[in-house]
């Protein structure tokens, strides 16, 4: 394995999870609410009653960023080595995964460790080590 040094970037990189830390600061913060996607998507779709502004919001920053930065910036030209079924089959499993484990990776890696929740705990080391096995199998034991 190599690193590409020429895009290593570490103060990118820890400026954009110091913005994600602020971020899920504030919004539990000030609204008392934990900052993982899966949840805040999921009440859109039976939204209660006063809180569906704040859910859209947060839904339009996710998609308005991306699209500001490109304003300023050239926009990172993504190359994805997979087919588009493999990219539904990977969709599913993370839907499919948030369900069984209560939460995203950003709910329970993110929000969740900062709270010191052994729930989060637990859900992080299965799909961080569940991804590391599924790195190790396909890269070395499939050579996809």
Do not use: Q
């Not at 502004?53 to 960023?65: M, Y």
């Not at 991306?66 to 050239?74: E, G, K, R, T």
């Amino acid at each position: 394995m190599t690193i590409d040094w020429s895009s290593f970037t570490p103060w990118s990189a820890l400026a954009g999870g110091a913005l994600i830390g602020i971020a899920a600061a504030m919004l539990v913060l000030l609204n008392g609410r934990i900052a993982g996607i899966s949840g805040i998507l999921g009440g859109l779709f039976k939204p209660a009653k006063g809180d569906i502004a704040w859910r859209v919001a947060f839904v339009l920053g996710l998609v308005g960023a991306p699209l500001a930065y490109a304003v300023f910036s050239d926009f990172p030209r993504p190359e994805i080595d997979a087919g588009t079924g493999a990219l539904v089959l990977a969709g599913l499993l993370v839907g499919i995964g948030t369900r069984y484990g209560s939460g995203c990776t950003s709910g329970h890696g993110v929000c969740g460790l900062s709270r010191l929740s052994p729930r989060s705990l637990a859900a992080t080391l299965a799909f961080m080590g569940a991804g590391f096995v599924t790195v190790y199998v396909a890269r070395h034991l499939l050579g996809i």
